[in-house]
Nanobody, 119 residues
Framework: QVQLVESGGGLVQAGDSLRLSCAAS????????MGWFRQAPGKEREFVAA????????SYTDSVKGRFTISRDNAKNTVYLQMNSLKPEDTAVYYC????????????WGQGTQVTVSS
């Protein structure tokens, strides 16, 4: 059983930066990759970014490319999301998830952390 705990959200102004963290625990934590997703009010949860645990390969949704950076610290079992040049449309609850294969679904969701960007 893997547990994920997100932190680092907050209320910021447009153009500001935030750094989210997601700490994983559990004896069976051997992910293929970890990802960040977000869900705005009234919308579906959407993919934001992912990073493979071994090689560190990254992927991003188009709307955050050049502004967000995902990274991981394998020793701390933690993944980060550095968010720069935040926009009001980035407002959402941000979740991290993990999966053990490249073709599986993300799961083991944390409780989420709220990010609110004011204009």
């Amino acid at each position: 059983q893997v547990q994920l705990v997100e932190s680092g959200g907050g209320l910021v102004q447009a153009g500001d930066s935030l750094r989210l963290s997601c700490a994983a625990s559990g004896r069976t934590f051997r992910p293929y990759d970890m990802g960040w997703f977000r869900q705005a009010p009234g919308k579906e949860r959407e993919f934001v970014a992912a990073i493979t645990w071994s090689a560190g390969r990254t992927s991003y949704t188009d709307s955050v490319k050049g502004r967000f950076t995902i990274s991981r610290d394998n020793a701390k079992n933690t993944v980060y999301l550095q968010m720069n040049s935040l926009k009001p449309e980035d407002t959402a609850v941000y979740y991290c998830g993990t999966r053990i294969t490249s073709y599986g679904d993300f799961g083991s969701w944390g409780q989420g952390t709220q990010v609110t960007v004011s204009s």
